[in-house]
């Protein structure tokens, strides 16, 4: 009977779902300069009459209700099907500056009548565009949402294109360094869309969004980004040849354009600063438990700490817990899923697998998290729970005992060695020396040097050896850090084996020179190859292939194909390169 029910109601969902018509309202442009012309469409998905107009209130009506209509067919699986789309068009003006409201307009398709949604039009005032310059009809902007922050606390820094010329290319060509500050890219659509500044309509897209968690106090730059345009620029009518007109209508020029530098004023965390605290800023909650709460020894138990909210939160390390002394505990596996680099809501989870080796009752105490809340500006402290596990006798019988017995030392008549009573006098030989004796001391120089002429032959050969060994060491050590890259390489995904070998350069990095990741910049690269006297070529090589797979993941895709075999190539070499110079 239920099979039955299930089966109707798919069926009847089906058939409703096929049947059921919709009206779309939209406009070519959003907002709209005074004057400006507009185009209102209201599209329903089937065959459609008694079409009733909206209100437009106070938009002046150019010409409509314009209606058309089209069809298509398709065949699938055998079947044929056909749609058709029934068209309603008004083209409007505004003469005033003001915010309008379309109301919804009806129609009476397939039996009955559907209505659309209201749509809001902003109308702004105008302005006349006299300059024709390049620098006037294309510019970056560069925004933040906050200029004054602490030591820790995020922003978020877009840059859009604005452009009122037509455009056949563009491309990233310098990334700014960002020096001072952790950064994380965000996805960013680059489609262009409308925007009106000062009265002047532009086409904009934002071409890259990050966000910036500052790492030091003081004033810190936001260093401008370069983009390459290609830019179409029509050709002078030519009058006496008309074919000349069709056929080469336009030149492209190359623009290189430049964003403005922000300068984001950090002030220190206030004083004094908790103990316990590690640096996390925003605004979090922090739970605990374990999988079980009675196991038996020598067995695996699980302790589970789950880090929730927003803030820097991609920056927090793993906690030190106190766990109880007859526990073994393993590197805690890190789990994260981090939205818009931790300004939207976040999960960090940290497993600790344990392992009790002795039965008893055992407590798990809790964790004290501190962070600073820049709403509040003030410490928060969070608590974990305490957990209570009882470990049980191992099956096995398998015990393991810390406390050693003392074992006592008994003296012994045969270990001391008493004063003899008898003196035995053995006469003394005339040779000044033992006969063995002279003969170690004639062979002795003839032995050394025999010696010294093998190890000398021994360790040229071994030097040769040692050098190939340590470049075997490096190749293995640059092949395992660019594995993934090659095999995004060979699956032709483009931004994925850019982005690997980003990670694998800054991974490498910090595990090589024990950097904290939220250390990690380009000037940190610079002071730890000064320190281990890396020599300048190579430390420039390593930081202009971190910049080229920044900027390659935004370039067109015919420059990502011929890119990716070189920069493998290129960070191989330079992972090889800076093993050989550290050992």
């Not at 990502?560 to 550290?582: G, P, R, T």
Request: hydrophobic share 35%; aromatic share 10%.
């Amino acid at each position: 009977m239920k099979k039955i029910i299930s089966i109707l109601t798919l069926t009847l969902s089906i058939i409703f779902s096929s049947n059921a018509q919709t009206i779309t309202a939209s406009v070519d442009k959003n907002p709209v300069i005074v004057g400006e012309q507009i185009l209102v469409k209201f599209t329903v998905d089937s065959k459609a009459k008694d079409f009733k107009s909206p209100n437009f209130s106070g938009l002046r009506i150019i010409s409509g209700p314009n209606s058309s209509s089209s069809s298509s067919y398709s065949f699938v699986n055998g079947e044929s099907k056909s749609e058709i789309t029934t068209t309603f068009s008004y083209y409007l003006s505004a003469s005033k500056e003001g915010s309008y409201v379309i109301s919804p307009a009806s129609v009476y398709a397939n039996k009955k009548t559907i209505s659309s949604k209201p749509i809001t039009i902003t109308v702004v005032k105008g302005r006349k565009q006299n300059n024709n310059s390049i620098t006037k009809n294309l510019f970056i902007s560069v925004k933040t949402n906050k200029n004054n922050i602490v030591v820790g606390e995020q922003i978020i820094v877009s840059y859009k294109l604005h452009t009122r010329l037509e455009l056949e290319n563009t491309e990233l060509s310098k990334l700014p360094n960002l020096n001072g500050f952790w950064k994380k890219d965000l996805e960013s659509s680059s489609r262009f869309k409308r925007e009106v500044i000062d009265g002047v309509a532009y086409n904009t897209a934002v071409i890259k969004k990050t966000v910036l968690t500052a790492q030091k106090s003081g004033k810190l730059e936001v260093d401008p980004i370069e983009v390459t345009c290609s830019i179409r620029i029509a050709n002078q009518r030519n009058r006496r040849d008309p074919f000349a007109n069709f056929f080469n209508s336009y030149n492209v020029r190359e623009e290189k354009i430049s964003s403005k530098s922000l300068i984001v004023n950090v002030k220190e965390l206030p004083e004094p600063k908790p103990k316990k605290f590690n640096g996390a800023v925003g605004s979090f909650e922090i739970s605990s438990k374990v999988d079980k709460n009675e196991v038996k020894a020598n067995d695996a138990l699980t302790y589970t700490i789950k880090l929730t909210g927003s803030g820097n939160i991609e920056l927090v390390e793993p906690f030190e817990i106190q766990f109880p002394n007859d526990f073994e505990v393993y590197d805690p596996k890190v789990s994260e899923k981090i939205f818009q680099g931790g300004n939207k809501r976040s999960v960090k989870t940290f497993e600790y697998l344990l392992i009790p080796r002795f039965e008893g009752n055992y407590k798990i105490p809790s964790y004290d998290f501190i962070s600073y809340n820049t709403k509040l500006k003030k410490y928060i402290t969070k608590k974990t729970s305490n957990h209570s596990v009882k470990v049980l006798k191992s099956d096995n019988n398998e015990s393991i005992s810390t406390n050693y017995n003392q074992q006592k030392i008994e003296s012994s008549i045969n270990e001391i060695n008493y004063i003899k009573n008898k003196t035995i006098l053995v006469e003394k030989s005339n040779n000044v020396l033992d006969i063995k004796f002279f003969y170690i001391l004639f062979f002795l120089p003839l032995v050394v040097l025999i010696l010294l002429i093998t190890i000398s032959s021994f360790l040229k050969g071994n030097s040769i050896n040692i050098t190939e060994r340590k470049h075997k060491l490096a190749q293995k050590i640059a092949s395992k850090r660019l594995k993934t890259a090659k095999d995004f390489m060979n699956q032709a995904n483009h931004d994925s084996f850019f982005e690997e070998i980003e990670k694998s350069l800054w991974g490498y990095f910090a595990d090589k020179f024990k950097v904290e990741i939220a250390n990690l910049s380009k000037e940190s690269i610079e002071i730890y190859f000064n320190t281990y006297k890396i020599d300048d070529k190579t430390k420039s090589q390593f930081i202009e292939l971190i910049s080229t797979c920044e900027i390659a993941r935004y370039s067109p895709l015919s420059n990502k194909i011929e890119q990716m075999s070189n920069v493998l190539i290129e960070a191989e070499k330079i992972i090889i390169n800076v093993e050989e110079k550290l050992k």
